[in-house]
């Protein structure tokens, strides 16, 4: 091992704590207090968790946190009108549908529906293409929270070659987005890349973000590279005892970790980095919403 890691819930921390000074500071001067509404469609365990957290976390930082808890077979036009009522309420500035929504509803025309200025997880037509020509957005929250370890690990990301291996809406893109924009050189990778060993072992900065466990084995990696391991998965741990499971990333962290600079672990590395940006959106959004000025190192 010889990889610095990356701590990300440290850094998490510290953007909570950011986050925290930002809305004590609208509260007092303003008498405004942020809000973030999470609404979630059916019953996902996994889901339940992160909504659980994030509802703590948002209001550890002294922001309002609203649930909607719906059935898994909520019709679509319910959905859209519970959307809807958020989009108009005035104390409400971030709006999160988590995904993946279940199967009988259309996730572009739902999350299409949120006001893009309230889209807290940056993923509505309007930010994406704002995001794509360099205009102010909504940034989408785990690439996001990539950027700023990276940035703040580099100092700048000028002329690096990053390989982003997965092309999804929610990370993969709009971290490509992200690293060009920050004018690294960048490759996408995804499940047609020819010889993906060879594609990756080129990239200063890789960002594994894939959803199979422990696929990038040390051997694919440069030595010295920086990787981002954005997988969450879950696997059975009977070592740990009956039922017990266990996460790991994408990347298959001992061996790449012997020939890294630098890495962030699985667990504690992206995750609480992308409950930390959705809460910067939140007051970002809510700063925006009253025409005040938004704060600093909290945005791409
Ligand atoms: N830490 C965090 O905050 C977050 C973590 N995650 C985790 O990140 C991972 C990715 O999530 P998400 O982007 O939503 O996943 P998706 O399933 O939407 O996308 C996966 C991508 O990986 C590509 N892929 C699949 N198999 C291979 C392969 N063998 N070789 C190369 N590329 C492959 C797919 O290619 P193709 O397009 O060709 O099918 C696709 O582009 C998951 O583990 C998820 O749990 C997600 C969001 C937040
Ligand atoms: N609209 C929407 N926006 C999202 O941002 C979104 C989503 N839907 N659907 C699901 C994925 C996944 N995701 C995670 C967030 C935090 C952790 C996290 O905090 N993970 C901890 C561990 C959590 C645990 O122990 O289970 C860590 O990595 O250290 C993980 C995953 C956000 N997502
Ligand atoms: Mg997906």
Not at 91 to 108: A, F, M, R, T, Y
Not at 113 to 125: E, L, M, R, T
Not at 208 to 235: C, F, H, Q, S, Y
Not at 264 to 278: D, E, H, R
């Amino acid at each position: 091992m010889s990889a610095h890691i990356i701590d990300g819930k440290v850094f998490a921390a510290k953007v909570r704590g950011l986050v925290a000074d930002g809305v004590g500071k609208l509260k007092a001067e303003h008498d405004i207090v942020p809000g973030l509404a999470v609404v979630l469609v059916g019953e996902d365990p996994a889901s339940q968790v992160y909504v659980r957290s994030k509802g703590k976390m948002t209001v550890e930082v002294g922001m309002k946190s609203v649930e909607h808890r719906l059935e898994a077979d909520t019709s679509e036009a319910d959905l859209l009108a519970v959307i809807k009522s958020l989009n108009e309420d005035p104390s409400i500035h971030g709006i999160l549908v988590q995904l993946p929504l279940p199967k009988h509803l259309n996730e572009d025309l739902v999350i299409n529906s949120i006001d893009p200025a309230k889209d807290v997880d940056g993923f509505h037509i309007s930010n994406v293409g704002l995001l794509g020509t360099g205009q102010k957005s909504m940034v989408p929250c785990t690439p996001l929270g990539c950027l700023m370890m990276l940035r703040d690990y580099h100092g700048s990301l000028s002329g690096m070659d990053a390989v982003v291996i997965g092309r999804s809406n929610i990370v993969g893109k709009p971290m490509a987005q992200l690293l060009l924009g920050d004018s690294c050189t960048v490759t996408i990778a995804h499940s047609r890349t020819k010889d993906l060993p060879d594609v990756v072992r080129r990239a200063d900065i890789v960002v594994a973000a894939v959803g199979r466990p422990e696929m990038v084995p040390g051997d694919w990696i440069k030595p010295g590279a920086t990787v981002i391991d954005v997988g969450i998965n879950r696997l059975d741990a009977p070592e740990k005892g009956e039922g017990k499971t266990r996460l790991v990333g994408d990347v298959h962290y001992e061996s790449a970790a012997a020939v890294a600079g630098a890495i962030t672990p699985v667990p504690g590395g992206v995750g609480p980095m992308t409950i930390a940006c959705l809460l910067a959106n939140t007051l970002t959004a809510c700063c925006r919403a009253n025409g005040l000025s938004e704060p600093e190192g909290l945005t791409a």
